[in-house]
């Protein structure tokens, strides 16, 4: 029976015109409830307010005399019309504050709740506490009446003006709304039965032909198209199935279309993916896989000869998805983080196994654990030295001559220095890696800066008896960049090279331009960079030869830093290639920057 259209189509109506009419009626009723009591406590606020404090004190001097019942009630009386009293379904009462008991009011006692209400509790309460201000006020919107409780104090008399509303005219109102509601229901009932007949009718016929050609579809039958009777929804149904047998081509060539997408992806994504069938078998290897495990994998090979010591098949298999297990594998000198998961929870499902090679994350890993170990070691050195020596100045207690003691204030002074050197590298490190240190972009001439550093560190050269030897092109052009960071750079490959070259060395500049881009050589024939080292030199803390770095001063982190503000204008610094003793590192910038630095 319920399996007919035409009774599910009446069922859902009725059902669908009751459901509406009770959340109709629910709501309006509850929002009549609401109103009400809102409008008879914003009336009383209205009244008893913090606006009204004239009318407040004059209850409050009423109370106070011999006869304040009846003052108060006289108040009460005059302000009636303010407080709504109708004396039917409103009235105002005058009890005592301490015992609640009926005093007066605009009805007698029996028109009090038979109990002593929440509110007229709050009131009497504040009598007790001699509080003034507490007030009850609490709306309840299931309660059968509205109250109010005002507790007036005045010399030794306490009186509670009680303002009750038994929501008479709220219940009548309801009962209105529910009897209309009522026969609006029954309207809508016999409506929704008649419109069932129609919907029914108009519905049913195209649908069963609609049923007849489907099946016709589904035994095969694509070339035979379904009659299209109408332009409604059954219509456009109906020419659907006319269509279905081209779509179903198009989606089985899109099926096609997307298997060979994903074969592309496997073939020539960085990631190995491996996957193996429900028994272990191999079914997919692509080339990426092949090269991280370093071998050739043939159709025939199966998981427990790649991945047996990572974890068992049956354990990978058993896993729920999107749980997976985790491993790794060494190959070689290369190291893979592998992700085993089965890409199906049925029988017919498998393994897929995703190989990531990390080789450079434990390598950045490893140089971030010397990094600190570095750092400790720079801080640690200078700091023993400084506690040693000021240590010997304290036991000394005067005997050291004045030059050895100004000799050890001077070596403090040095490993203070050279302390604040780090610190302050560490920080323009920390500012970079950061993205805070904002560039300040002019254009200015690239010749002109460099031979500014040249004159600023030939006076080191001279006392080292250096050649400092600047040769540039004719005409350099202008950059956009900042010229104090830049200059920077240029002082710490400059100083390098002289620092790091014996007395009496020779140190060449050269500079020059092309069309997009300028250049700038520094070439010494110093004590040069041995070939293990040339990959490392730019690493923080990192120095080829350590003794004579502290010897000198030096931290460690200024071609670092050279590094990161070159890298900051999108230019480079390397070392160039170099024939003989020494060292050349070349600087390259951009003449326009692409993008704002900052």
Known sequence: MFR???????????????????VVGAFLTTSVSSFYINSFYQQMDDVFGADRREFILSLRQAAAQDNGAEAVEEILKANAGSLG???????YFVLDGTTGSYLGGSADASALPREQSANLLTARNAVVQKDETTVGDDSDITAAYMDLAVP???GDNAFI???????????????????IIMQALIIGLLISVLLSFLLSKTMVGPIEKLTAGAERVAAGDFGSELPVESTDEIGILTGTFN??????????????????KLDTLFLHMTDGVVAFDHA???????????????????????????FADICSFQDVLSLQRPNHAEGEKWVGDRILELYLAPFSDQEQGGVLILLHDVTEQHRNEERRKEFVANVSHELRTPLTNVRSYAETLRDAEGDIPQDMANNFLDIIITETDRMTHIVQDLLTLSRLDAGN????LSRFPFGEAIESVVRANALNAQQRGHQLIYTPQESLPLIVGDRSRLEQVMMNVIGNAIKYTPDGGHIRITAGSTEDSVWMDVCDDGIGIPEKDRERIFDRFYRVDKARSRESGGTGLGLSIAREIVQRHHGTIALAPHEGPGTTIRLTLPIAQERTAS
Do not use: W
């Open 161 to 179: 003006i009680y303002i009750l509303d038994n929501k008479e005219t709220v219940s009548d109102l309801n009962s209105q709304l529910f009897f």
């Open 280 to 306: 272990g078998h191999l079914i997919h290897c692509n080339p990426a896989a092949k090269t991280m495990l370093q071998r050739d994998i043939p159709n025939t090979c199966t998981y427990e000869e790649l």
């Open 4 to 22: 007919s259209l035409h009774m599910k189509l009446t069922l859902i109506l009725l059902l669908l015109i009751t459901s509406l009419m009770a």
């Open 152 to 154: 007036i104090l005045g």
């Open 437 to 440: 240190a904002e560039l300040v």
């Open 243 to 260: 269509e279905m047998a081209g779509v179903l081509q198009s989606t089985l060539a899109a099926m096609e279309n997307e298997r060979n």
């Open 85 to 91: 009293v109708d004396y039917r379904t409103r009235n």
